[in-house]
């Protein structure tokens, strides 16, 4: 009898905890426009792309006018290969060039993967960088904010 009073205790206090739940109608944070980061993505991991991926979509929807770079390098550019790579990955990143994400390819690393830009999907060579880790630590120096989720 014990044991069915606790579990119904439990039950009404996870319902009632549910029910009192309300989306924070004002955060206390205010974040300052036109934040500049820049994102690595360098696996073929699809939890770490998709993980990245939402914390871009993240930062884009939170702060106006955010400049947001996204480099990728190592094996993630087999992800954005035409005619394979990870679908999700692909469709999210149309989604956010549309919001504004600029795209950036290492392209050492499409030449060691024996890869030619024009086999990634929306990547011209406007997207495409000589060496992936010497623009990162350009990017800080034009005052990017390093994040590697």
Known sequence: MQKYASLMALALLSATAQA???PIA???EHYSAG???VYELNTQDVAVQRSTLLNITN?????????VILLIHGDAVFS???????PSTKDTLKKLVAQGLKIRVCD???KYRNLDHRE???ISEANITEAGMPALVEYQMQGYHYVRP
């Open 20 to 22: 009192d739940y309300r």
């Open 26 to 28: 004002h955060y206390t």
């Open 35 to 37: 934040q500049k980061v």
């Open 59 to 67: 930062h884009l929807n939170t702060v106006k006018q955010a400049d």
């Open 80 to 86: 954005i290969q035409q005619g394979g790579g990870v």
């Open 108 to 110: 050492n690393s499409l």
């Open 120 to 122: 990634l999907q929306g």
